[in-house]
């Protein structure tokens, strides 16, 4: 798509953001779509040919040919489906119909003495066809690119962990000063999250689940041409060779449960990113961490200062809207009128868009971690000023010591009031306790309050 194109682009996401969504267009495009049509009815042809009831035949040569129809499959063959989808072409009339224009593009590629025409399609539905080509163009999507794209992110937030694992910070629970903690092991618990979150997509992924059941799921025209073939266990063999699991029980459609489990998949890597879009926008609103300025960029049309934490946002908006998205596909595609209705096939054609989303929301969110750095002076200063946060452990060591009243003679001090090391000095002074627990009281700080935060990045590693 040119430039100009893209102004005119209905949608942003081969619009404005084509750039950063191109990456999936080998996986949920139209051509792609087409392309893993061919792909599937091309082997499946060959399967026949390898089944000792049929008496089609394919040498290597043959087969190496019609593997090309999809190895090589370029623009033209994708214009040439479209044509004989809308107009038709050469013998063929307007199909009206996108599987059956992918059977007779086969068709045409053939050589003229080839007798393999009969055999394209043999017994098949289109949902035979389409089931498997969507798993496999959403498993190399997943694999190629959106994986890829949340490992990097993965990967940024476990670099930022361990580089500012000692960077003491004052944590906020309710929006309110609480227990201290670092910077690097906040960062900690989102690689953590985001690296179980990513190894559920694999999971969902591995299992996605193929058909090849016929009109209702009952090998009918196949056992009617050829009773004598175990057409299951053909099946069975059929679809693992493309890489998928088997689902043996369906009806005209495949339930899509597995895609259902993916979707939700994604959608909870994608509620951890959000969450961490949050909470960074709200650091850098803190000035807990500076953004780096893009010479050239513009922050605000009238307030010439500001540099916004627009990746983030965008991230969080792009990610909001992938989440609507694959909700939505989650509930569709695993519902269908008795033994099919085509409703779900309109709607699958928007995965790629909800992936694209995804993608746009990953992308962002790695552009924003490259640019933030914690401004460790603002941190620091904030985290000293806040003394009342050692409270927890003033009670907690007093509590050790057998008085049942510290946790209340503490609250009377410290809540709501701006107190100040000092007056805790003071408190350690009237307390009855032994020499070794008034110099652990007087030794504690905001600042070293943090307990093993530190090593707690360490977790990572043991993870990985």
């Not at 040498?59 to 479209?82: C, N, P, S």
Request: charged share 30%; net charge negative.
């Amino acid at each position: 798509m040119t430039d100009t194109d893209a102004l005119y682009a209905v949608s942003p996401l081969d619009g404005r953001y084509g750039s950063r969504t191109a990456p999936l267009s080998p996986y949920a495009s139209e051509a792609a779509l087409m392309r893993a049509r061919v792909r599937v009815e091309v082997e499946y042809l060959i399967a026949l040919a390898d089944l000792e009831a049929t008496p089609l035949e394919l040498d290597d040569a043959a087969r190496d040919d019609l593997r090309g129809l999809y190895r090589h499959f370029a623009e033209e063959d994708a214009r040439l489906i479209k044509t004989l989808e809308v107009s038709g072409h050469g013998e063929f009339e307007a199909t009206n119909h996108d599987v059956k224009a992918v059977e007779y593009f086969i068709r045409h590629e053939l050589p003229d003495d080839s007798d393999a025409s009969a055999w394209i399609h043999f017994g098949l539905t289109s949902e035979d066809v389409n089931n498997l080509a969507y798993r496999l163009l959403v498993r190399d999507a997943v694999d190629e690119v959106l994986l890829p794209a949340l490992y990097e992110v993965r990967d940024a937030l476990a670099e930022m962990a361990r580089e500012y694992r000692d960077l003491p910070m004052l944590a906020r629970t309710h929006g309110q000063p609480a227990t201290p903690t670092t910077f690097g092991k906040e960062m900690a618990v989102y690689a953590a999250r985001l690296g179980r979150a990513t190894g559920q997509i694999r999971e969902a992924t591995d299992g996605l689940r193929g058909k090849l059941g016929g009109a209702s799921g009952t090998y009918a025209a196949h056992v009617a041409a050829y009773p004598d073939v175990d057409w299951p266990a053909f099946a069975r063999e059929f679809v693992t060779e493309l890489g998928l699991e088997f689902e043996p029980l369906t009806t005209q459609v495949n339930p899509c449960d597995d895609l259902a489990a993916l979707f939700d998949a994604f959608r909870s890597a994608n509620q951890v990113l959000l969450d961490l879009d949050l909470d960074v926008w709200l650091y850098v609103s803190d000035r807990y961490l500076g953004q780096e300025a893009v010479e050239g960029e513009t922050g605000s049309s009238t307030m010439p200062h500001k540099v916004n934490p627009i990746d983030f946002e965008n991230s969080e908006g792009n990610l909001s809207k992938a989440n609507s998205d694959l909700e939505f596909l989650a509930d569709y595609v695993t519902t269908s009128r008795l033994q099919r209705d085509l409703s779900d096939s309109t709607v699958k054609r928007n995965i790629g868009a909800a992936f694209a989303h995804c993608l746009i929301g990953y992308s962002k969110a790695a552009d924003g971690l490259a640019k933030v750095v914690p401004n460790e002076h603002v941190v620091c200063e904030e985290l000293e000023s806040t003394p009342e946060i050692i409270g927890e452990a003033v009670q907690t060591i007093l509590r050790r010591e057998g008085q049942d009243d510290a946790y209340e003679r503490v609250k009377e001090l410290t809540r709501g009031q701006e107190v100040t090391l000092e007056d805790f000095r003071e408190l350690f002074d009237d307390l009855e306790v032994d020499d070794r627990t008034r110099e652990q009281l007087l030794a504690l700080t905001p600042s070293d309050y943090v307990g093993v935060g530190p090593e707690l990045v360490d977790e990572l590693e043991k993870s990985g």
